[in-house]
């Protein structure tokens, strides 16, 4: 094949090729930064009553501070990429690390609302260059490990969305600024651990990238159909993963569970994700990111199926969280090899990923609204075998064709 003996052609232009992008140090800290960034965006919703009485709002005003968040996140991801490979990875990091942990703090000290809300805004824009910053670096920055690297890192994220309603659980909501406050000094310490992180990486289409098996790049003609299948494969599949998150307990009281065992099984759901995150890493060693995806696209499809079935329901959900865990992290290593002259690609996906847990509230929302809550897991079963149709055609895309002879061998 053509394409190993090219490859070190390709990295001879990097002044230090076998330099490790990450330290194991750094490696360390950065699972520990998704564990903070899966904590901050839990904590806000486990809080929400005492936004309430501190500030006197209604449910819909407290739900401002997620949001400001999310859009801070967007916005966070479209500016730093905006900054990668014009700053260091090291400065585009630290100063991630800082917005968050001013945001978090501001937060826990605002005197009103409007300042709550400034403030949540600034945390989402560190929290969007670190979930960028970090996944792009493990996307380009282990080769062939790149994609079990980027499940055990966004496995992490999971821990954090674990722990941080807990701890809010245990302190009460009433002290979440104590809580705030303790999350914005936790980062403070990861700065010290950049060294670790190599200033500057391969391009995107470099030997790092190509190392990892499966997937070929895809012709100019071809590029914008399948960046925006990509698109439409995070969205969707986020949509997924908020509406389950959302509307599990509503709809397992619907079909006869206690409201106790309901909360418990959407614990469950969300643990699940997180360890299928841990235990696909060993298998992306050995199988495609394509194979990985499409088994968990049709998984998920099938367990939305079994979770029309009331008796199925709960245990059907947690299949659901397992096999949607890979497809975040193991659909960027894919997208950078299929598309490496689309520079800016892996910050659309992820920025397209926070939209679709945006509009998947209101958009489910206005379907139960038509079809009955008993409806709820047919509605993402539609959309899971969308999914899996539009993995199925990236395959077809993305296929690697035969190259033509130009004198490698």
């Excluded at 490790?20 to 839990?42: E, H, K, R």
Aim: one cysteine or more.
């Amino acid at each position: 094949m053509t394409d190993l003996p090219t490859a070190p052609r390709a990295t001879t232009s990097q002044a230090a090729p076998d330099t490790p992008v990450f330290s194991t140090a750094a490696v360390v800290a950065s699972c520990v930064g998704f564990v903070l960034i899966g904590a901050l965006q839990a904590l806000y919703g486990p809080a929400i009553p005492a936004f309430r009485d501190e500030f006197g709002l209604s449910p819909s005003a407290a739900g401002l501070g997620l949001s400001a968040h999310f859009i801070g996140g967007v916005t966070g991801v479209l500016l730093f990429d905006r900054l990668y490979g014009r700053l260091g990875n090291r400065q585009i990091l630290g100063v991630s690390y800082l917005l968050m942990a001013a945001g978090a703090a501001g937060f826990a000290l605002a005197p009103n609302w409007p300042a709550a809300l400034a403030t949540a805004l600034l945390a989402g824009l560190g929290f969007g260059g670190i979930d960028y910053g970090l996944n792009q670096l493990f996307a380009v920055g282990f080769g062939n490990r790149s994609t079990a690297m980027l499940n055990i890192l966004n496995a992490h994220f999971g821990v954090g969305a674990i722990l941080g309603p807990a701890l809010i659980g245990v302190i009460g909501s009433e002290h979440y600024p104590a809580v705030f406050l303790g999350f914005a000094l936790a980062n403070l310490p990861l700065l010290l651990c950049l060294k670790g992180v190599r200033d500057r990486t391969p391009p995107s289409g470099t030997a790092a990238e190509t190392e990892a098996g499966g997937g070929g790049s895809v012709l100019g003609r071809s590029l914008g159909s399948v960046l925006t299948a990509f698109v439409a494969l995070y969205v969707l599949h986020i949509g997924i993963e908020a509406g389950v998150g959302g509307w599990e307990p509503t709809h397992l009281e619907t079909v006869g569970y206690g409201a106790g065992f309901a909360a418990t099984a959407t614990s469950v759901y969300w643990l699940m994700m997180t360890v299928g995150r841990f235990l696909v890493a060993p298998i992306a060693l050995r199988f495609s990111a394509q194979s990985i995806i499409t088994v968990s696209c049709a998984g998920m499809t099938v367990s939305l199926l079994l979770a029309t079935v009331p008796g199925f329901a709960p245990y059907a959900y947690a299949g659901v969280g397992l096999f949607i865990a890979p497809i975040f992290p193991t659909g960027l290593p894919w997208l950078n090899k299929a598309a490496p002259q689309a520079r800016r690609a892996g910050a659309l996906v992820i920025a397209a990923s926070m939209v679709g847990g945006v509009l998947a509230g209101p958009t489910l929302g206005k379907a139960i609204e038509w079809s009955g809550i008993r409806a709820v897991p047919l509605l993402l079963c539609g959309v899971s075998a969308l999914c899996l149709a539009t993995t199925l055609w990236l395959i077809r895309a993305t296929r690697t064709t035969p190259a033509r002879d130009t004198g490698a061998s």
